[in-house]
């Protein structure tokens, strides 16, 4: 009790499809008998005088052929076979028009849902314990409950029909056959009918009961709510790793345009690639633009080829500089006195001897 009152929470999206996919999904059973008796009241009172006349001359051809058919071993299945067929055209419509209805009215409930969970093997299912407290459960009292409240409104109807006609009914036996048929066919239509209006009242009130019961039972609770946020969006702190990484790769720049603005590529000489800057005005020692190993540094090289940056090998410059610098952050100290000198010697070769740059 206490569980179920924690739970007063709507169902989420994720909640709803994990129960379709098990199978569970909203239905009434009262809608699904209501209508299938519906439809089978329907089709004999339409069909039934042409399946009567059906019936009445698959009889006469029998007993009309009875004297000259020879019952032997092989003719025996013949005849089988031949009445089965034309017992099987008379039904078939019948019972296909009740499988469609079904089909439909549970599809109209809950939309177009297969699953095979609910027929998977499980221990409760055989268990008598847990199904002698499945019957004596809340949902068990209402189901008895309810094929009580259908005797007791239905018995009554169909007693002051019947007792109402019982004079009628004892002058049958001195009627045409025909007539028999005809007059018992009509009382028979109208019982059911009037059954069926008095099982469409209470298959409402079972759909509208069913439809509540439904969401009920699919209600959650705050830490229901929490655990399905951590399996559907992930653990928080694990979110808030993937967006600081993802707010650096953005703050990185573009390859390209990195080593555009390099001085120097320094390589290792075909596993590492450093790109490297230096502007007085903008920072106060050299930064690391871009770096990268393998693919990346093949095409860090192929772009200061492209752009034509001096690239010069120094294998342990190029390696503390991938190991201890962060890219767009600026070198350590203790590379000053090497990235200085390596500056200078490109400064040399392209003339820059007051140390100003490219724009």
Request: glycine share 6%.
């Amino acid at each position: 009790m206490a569980d179920r009152q924690d739970k007063t929470f709507d169902p989420t999206p994720q909640r709803l499809r994990k129960a379709r996919e098990e199978g569970n999904v909203f239905r009434s059973r009262e809608i699904v008998s209501v209508g299938l008796l519906l439809t089978s009241v329907a089709v004999l009172g339409w069909g039934a005088p042409a399946g009567f006349q059906t019936l009445q001359a698959l009889t006469a051809r029998i007993f009309g052929t009875v004297a000259d058919v020879v019952v032997t071993q092989g003719s025996v299945p013949v005849l089988l076979a031949d009445l089965g067929q034309h017992l099987l055209l008379l039904l078939l419509p019948f019972f296909g028009l009740l499988m469609v209805m079904s089909i439909g009215l549970n599809v109209l409930q809950s939309g177009w849902n297969v699953s095979f969970k609910p027929l998977t093997p499980r221990p409760g299912n055989v268990s008598p314990l847990k199904g002698l407290k499945r019957i004596f459960s809340s949902r068990g009292l209402f189901e008895f409950a309810k094929g009580l409240i259908k005797i007791v409104a239905v018995g009554p109807l169909a007693y002051l029909i019947i007792s109402g006609r019982l004079p009628q009914i004892l002058l049958l036996q001195q009627m045409p056959l025909e007539d028999i048929f005809s007059l018992a066919g009509r009382w028979i239509l109208l019982l059911l009918a009037t059954m069926i209006f008095a099982l469409a009242l209470l298959s409402g009130a079972d759909f509208v009961y069913e439809k509540w019961r439904y969401k009920e039972d699919l209600k959650m609770s705050a830490q229901e709510i929490k655990d399905e946020a951590k399996e559907t969006e992930g653990n928080p702190e694990v979110k808030r790793r993937r967006f600081q990484m993802a707010r650096e790769l953005v703050r990185r720049p573009r390859l390209d345009h990195a080593v555009m603005q390099a001085d120097v590529v320094v390589t290792n000489p075909t596993h590492y690639a450093v790109a490297l800057r230096y502007d007085p005005e903008q920072a106060a020692a050299p930064r690391v633009l871009v770096k990268g190993i393998r693919k990346r540094a093949l095409r860090i090289k192929e772009l200061a080829r492209t752009y034509e940056i001096p690239m010069v090998e120094d294998r342990p410059l190029a390696r503390a500089l991938y190991d201890n610098v962060p890219e767009m952050q600026e070198i350590p100290e203790d590379l000053y006195q090497a990235v200085a000198t390596l500056l200078a010697e490109i400064y040399r070769r392209r003339g820059w001897h007051d140390g100003r740059r490219r724009s």
